[in-house]
């Protein structure tokens, strides 16, 4: 929820860079230093991707267990990066969170508040409602994602898929998020995020979240 519990906004001018599809076609050239078709390097890139995607199911005898609730409860601190799709770190941030659970007839719920600084100076604010739907499910909304978060968690590891606007100079974007947390220990989750546009990964963003003293 980087994430999975994460707002993001990339440099200018970086998403009018990557985002079309001629940018795309462009990139892929200069990296196969070969001439084909858009569409022939569309095929590739998708290929690519459903060959080397990671299942929630490689983690299922992993340990420590991954519960949502028992993680993300009281006060916690993270911090993290973004990079752009060279790998470059464009942005860092901080953020604050606190998060608390209640028993309800349709699940488990969660609300989690995050307040990020970034190292710009800008300030921003999420809030998280999350529903425990049992067997290792969870789905989740906030304000600036479209739809329902769908979250599935086997062993150490939960992922979370979903869809957001990123507002950048002006205009808005909708951006796909593959979100992965990854338990460490009982105090640590490494979270790491893929930002995906034209089924292309155009940004990635990692941090390290830690629990807090109550």
Known sequence: MNSVLLSIRQPKHFFTRVLTQNRI???????????????????????????????????QQTTPTLDLATFFDGKL???????DFSGKVTRKFTVTME?????????KQGVINEWFIYDDG?????????????NGLYQGTA????????????????????????PVDGNE????????????DEQTIINKSDIIKFGVTVAQVTLVISKQPN
């Not at 050239?29 to 990671?54: D, E």
């Not at 998060?99 to 699940?107: F, K, L, N, R």
């Not at 800008?122 to 049992?134: A, F, H, L, M, P």
């Open 122 to 134: 800008e300030k921003q604010t999420r809030v998280w409602n999350i529903t425990d739907k049992g």
């Open 25 to 59: 076609v462009q990139y892929t050239k200069r990296c196969t230093g070969k001439l084909a078709k858009p569409f022939l390097y569309g095929a590739i890139l998708l290929g690519v991707m459903s060959c080397s995607s990671a299942s929630i199911e490689d983690y």
């Open 143 to 166: 304000n600036d994602i479209l739809g329902i978060a769908q979250g599935e968690s086997r062993g150490s590891a939960l992922r979370w898929r979903y869809d957001m606007i990123l």
């Open 99 to 107: 998060a608390h659970w209640v028993d309800s007839p349709e699940g």
């Open 173 to 184: 974007y909708e951006v796909h998020f593959d979100d992965w947390m990854f338990l460490v």
């Open 77 to 83: 601190t993270a911090a993290g990066v973004v990079q």
